[in-house]
Every structure is written in structure tokens, then in C-alpha cells.
């Protein structure tokens, strides 16, 4: 093997956990190499996760709106070619490549390098491209490889679509099935349950425990659940035996309270989580890994100091925003010489399930605090009231904020139903900059729009 080349940084990955890195980096005069093995930047958002998924979802949500406003004599018969949904997701998804090609092509000191990149010892790494084995030594590496479709070991489980086959570019899934199983009850699983059920599929949704989005506040999904498309059939506390192709299409064999029972249906979609991809070589490197992924401190470092880990594979908040932020306090504690300049805040990132209608909560909630054993202040707004809930006819669902008692801190909120996406990055930035009940409520909000909620709620308190 020919003698690693010396540079200053090396990403294993080339997604939200690492290029805004190597830019900032690169900007600031080191050498950057990122690594991946698609050989294109943005990572699994892009390649078959929130960018493309919400593209379908967005054209679920027209189709949901068309035929409420239908109610009122408005459009006529709505008709779905799936054929052109996937054409739209597809374009939104060539368009951002072409995108981040050309940011690459504008920067320098950065190289993108297609391949796999495996740890020798703390400071080399190889990286096999198809022309063979390069070896570098950096002094700083950022791994963000980023975390894959877990498929569990149940017998016939590759029969069935994943993610990845639904939302890639060029997906598997090219024709609208008009009976879907959905194996999962997290994110994945519910969102594109509720996206095929706008778009007229019947959908059977086996769950494992008692509760769909397990982990997140229980009284934010019991306001969600109701408002779901009743196309949904949700069957829960289920274990999948195993899963068949016949002459009747797909067959899910599962138990329930004792009995055996089947699922038919035209697919079935294996949606039950995501686990991290680690670089080989690591485990030789003393690096602690947890249930969740690579261990990481506020700075984003490692056990070795120069070794940050950004982005799903340390298991913290796996969403891209989040990677985005821990991203840029990798480079900067790269900056400052591998110290803590920099520190992320996990509490407080906006999470968001694009159900249709969408969920979404940050911070601390009532049920995060009854854990902790700690005393909250409830704020809360119907969308029953909201002008603009009426004007789409979206009336179900609203918003709860939870601010610390005393001060009037804002500390965590959630939203159910119309904008709760947009809702969640002002509720989200209230609590990163610790604002307080009396400076929301002071707050002139727009009208009509959903956010004037979040003044209103708070003027309740006073």
C-alpha cells in the first residue's frame, strides 16, 4: 500500500453530519477530505429519507385538502397517477444533488472521494475506491457515517419493501398498491401509513407494544391519533412470526393475545427502525459505544479527543437538522484546537412526524417532567379557535407549551394538527433562548396565522 497522504481532516461520510464541516473548515484554510460511499453529498436525507418522503407527502396533503374543498362544490373528481408523484419526488431530488454538486464544485480545499473508509489506527484511514486502497492520516476525523434500514430476522422479512425501496431515487415501489401492511409503529412506519391512506390505500399497521411513536409524549399522540385517516387499521401488541408471498399477495403471520392470526395485503412495508452504520476498524480504537451508537460529549467528541462523531451514528437525536448543528461544533472545537468551544444542545431540537395531520414537540413536555419528578407550568391553544385551522377546515388538534414555574421559562411545547412543523422551530427557538411566558405573550404574531397560538396560550397565563 503506497504511504498515507497527511491532511487535516477526513469525514467518513458526506451527509448532514459532515459537510457543513468541511466547508467551514475548508473556509478556514484546512485540507478536507470527505469520504462516502454513494460518492455525493447530503447523505440518507436526500438519497431516501425526509426530503424525498415529504415530497410524496406534500403531494398526499394537496390530495386530502382537494377533496375536503370538493365538499364545497370547489374541483372535480380527484384523481391520483402515482406515476407523476414519484416523477416530482424524483426531480426535487436530481435538483438538490445537481445543487450540492455545484456548492462542491465553488469550494476549495475539499475533496469528495466515492468509497468506504475504515480505521487503521486513531490518526490513518483507508479508503477502498475502485481503483483500490488510498491511505491518509489525518488530524482530526469526523465520522458521520450516517445509520441504515434495520431489517430484523424474521423469516421472509426481505420479501418486503423497506424505506429505501419507497423513497429512493428511481424507487422499487412504482405503482400505488391499493392494500398496504405497515410492520412498525415509529416515524417511518406511521408517516407513510398516513401518506398512502390520503392517497386511497387501505393500510394495516401492526405495532409491537401498546403505543404507536414509543418514546414520544403519550398525551401528544393520544390528540394525534384520532385525527389520522381512518383507512388506517392500527392492530397493536403483535409479534410478526413470519411473512409469506402467495397467490393471495403478501401475508404477515403475527400472534396476538395468544391467537395466530394473517395480514393480506398487496405489500408490506418493513418499517420497525434504523441503527447505525459503523466504520470498520473502530472497534480496535477503544471507542465507546452505547445502545444507541458512538458515545459522544457535548463537543461531539469521542473518547479520543480529535475523533468526533456527528449525525445518527452517535444515536442522539437522529434527525438532519440536529446533524447539521452537530456538524458545526465539530468544526468548531477542530478550530480551537480539539477543545470545548462549542457545545451541542440536544434538549432543544424540533422534532416533527410528517403524519398527515403532522405531530411535532421539543424540549422538555409534561411527560419528560413527571419522569424527572419536576413541576411544569401548561399553557395550551385549540385549533378549534384558530382562523386559520377554519379556513382549511383543519380545526382538529393544537398546541401545548411548558414553561418552568417561577420564572416562566419556556422549557418544552408540542403541537398537534395545521403547521405544527413551522410551529415547532418558533416554539424551539423560544426555549434554546430561554424567552419567557410575558415575552411571548408580548409578541405581535402574524394573523391569521397558526402561530398567533403561541401568544395567545401564553397570555393565558396571565
Known amino acids: 500500500m503506497q504511504k498515507p497522504e497527511a491532511i487535516d481532516v477526513l469525514t467518513m461520510g458526506a451527509g448532514g453530519g459532515a459537510y457543513p464541516a468541511a466547508f467551514r473548515l475548508a473556509k478556514a484554510g484546512l485540507r478536507v477530505v470527505m469520504v462516502d460511499p454513494k460518492g455525493v453529498m447530503s447523505g440518507n436525507c436526500l438519497a431516501e429519507g425526509c426530503v424525498p418522503s415529504k415530497a410524496v407527502r406534500e403531494m398526499a396533503r394537496h390530495v386530502t385538502r382537494h377533496r375536503r374543498f370538493k365538499s364545497y362544490g370547489m374541483g372535480g373528481e380527484t384523481t391520483i397517477d402515482y406515476a407523476k408523484i414519484i416523477a416530482h419526488k424524483d426531480d426535487v431530488q436530481r435538483r438538490r444533488y445537481l445543487q450540492h454538486e455545484e456548492e462542491l464544485a465553488r469550494a476549495s480545499n475539499i475533496t469528495l472521494i466515492k468509497g468506504r473508509a475504515s480505521f487503521q489506527d486513531p490518526f490513518t484511514v483507508t479508503v477502498e475506491t475502485d481503483r483500490g486502497m488510498v491511505p491518509y492520516t489525518a488530524r482530526h476525523i469526523i465520522v458521520a457515517s450516517g445509520s441504515d434500514v434495520y431489517v430484523p430476522p424474521i423469516p421472509g422479512a426481505k420479501l418486503c419493501l423497506t424505506s429505501s425501496d419507497v423513497y429512493r431515487l428511481n424507487p422499487t415501489l412504482k405503482v400505488l398498491p391499493q392494500t398496504l401492511t405497515v410492520v412498525g409503529g415509529g416515524y417511518i412506519g406511521v408517516e407513510t401509513a398516513s401518506f398512502y391512506a ?80 459503523m466504520p470498520e476498524g473502530l472497534a480496535t480504537l477503544d471507542i465507546d459505544i452505547g445502545h444507541a451508537g458512538i458515545v459522544v460529549n457535548g463537543a461531539l467528541q469521542t473518547s479520543h479527543p480529535h475523533i468526533y462523531a456527528c449525525g445518527d451514528v452517535n444515536g442522539r437525536v437522529p434527525l438532519f437538522h440536529a446533524a447539521v448543528r452537530e456538524s458545526l461544533v465539530a468544526a468548531h472545537n477542530i478550530l480551537a484546537g480539539d477543545v470545548s468551544a462549542d457545545t451541542m444542545d440536544f434538549t432543544n431540537v424540533p422534532t416533527t412526524v410528517f403524519t398527515l395531520p403532522a405531530a411535532a414537540y421539543v424540549g422538555i413536555t409534561r411527560a419528560v417532567a413527571a419522569q424527572r419528578g419536576t413541576a411544569v407550568v401548561e399553557a395550551g391553544y385549540e385549533f378549534s379557535e384558530d382562523s386559520r385551522a377554519q379556513i382549511f377546515g383543519e380545526t382538529g388538534g393544537g398546541l401545548r407549551l411548558f414553561f418552568e414555574p417561577g420564572s416562566l421559562r419556556l422549557i418544552g411545547g408540542w403541537v398537534v394538527g395545521i403547521d405544527a412543523g413551522n410551529l415547532i422551530g418558533e416554539i424551539g427557538l423560544a426555549c434554546a433562548n430561554g424567552l419567557t411566558a410575558r415575552q411571548l405573550a408580548a409578541f405581535a404574531d402574524q394573523h391569521p396565522m397558526t402561530s398567533e397560538g403561541i401568544g395567545r396560550a401564553a397570555r393565558s397565563l396571565f
Open 198 to 277: 390520503a392517497l386511497g390505500v387501505d393500510v394495516t399497521l401492526l405495532q409491537r407494544g401498546r403505543q404507536l411513536l414509543p418514546g414520544m409524549d403519550p398525551d401528544m399522540i393520544a390528540m394525534l391519533v384520532p385525527l389520522l385517516d381512518p383507512r388506517i387499521r392500527f392492530i397493536f401488541e403483535v409479534d410478526i412470526d413470519r411473512i409469506e408471498r402467495g397467490e393471495r399477495g403478501m401475508a404477515v403471520h403475527y400472534r396476538q393475545g395468544g391467537a395466530s392470526r394473517e395480514a393480506l395485503s398487496d405489500q408490506v412495508l418493513m418499517a420497525v427502525g434504523r441503527r447505525p452504520v
